[in-house]
């Protein structure tokens, strides 16, 4: 008995070492990452593999975790983040939802990519998986996990959102720009007369 506990405790070991290792790997790819901008098509594909959903717009990632994500198909919406607040806003309903900039990376990991703060990343674990890495939380299966695939420059040219309930959000990038100068007005959100706030701070 103390011998199958003992190969399963080193199995556990290294399998957390190759982990910490996945982490690490991920982290140094994209050290020299401070921001992106790009254009995206998001494919959404159910459980049973099925698209039932297609979207298109851009978004731009700064550190630390700024944020500003526009849709421009099949409707309109806009997420921003400060990387201290965020916005999300629908035009069509003209209603803000206002949250802690926490929540935008436990609703949105792949803002990990524009964070390289110890702290953010404390929370995941990372694997190598099919050409890329996958991040998903160490402490709760309910959480959205990510899979990104980095080009040999470091360039994203695609990432996916995974829910827990097998449905997927593929992103596929084009125009992507790395390190592009920044105004701090983008990553900031003033709400438009007449619009509905929703504070959940």
Known sequence: MKKLLS???????????FAN??????????ADLKGFQAQFKQTVIDADGVSIHEAEGKLSLARPAKLNWQQVMP????????GSTIWYYSPFV???????????????????LADDRS?????????????????KSKDDPLQAAFWVKLNADNSIS????????????????QGFKAN??????LFKFEIPKNTMIDDQR
């Open 119 to 135: 702290e953010s990343w404390q929370n995941y674990q990372v694997e190598k998986q099919q050409q890329g890495f996958l991040v």
């Open 94 to 112: 003209e209603q803000v939802t206002i949250m802690d900039a926490s929540e935008a990376i436990n609703q949105s990991p792949f803002i990990l």
């Open 7 to 17: 190969i399963s405790f080193a199995a556990l070991l290294s399998a957390q070492a």
């Open 21 to 30: 290792d996945a982490a690490s790997e991920l982290r140094t790819h994209l």
């Open 180 to 185: 592009p100068s920044f105004s701090e007005k």
């Open 158 to 173: 695609r990432f996916d959102i995974i829910e827990s309930t097998g449905q997927r959000s593929q992103f596929d990038l």
């Open 75 to 82: 409707e309109q919406d806009m997420i921003v983040s400060d």
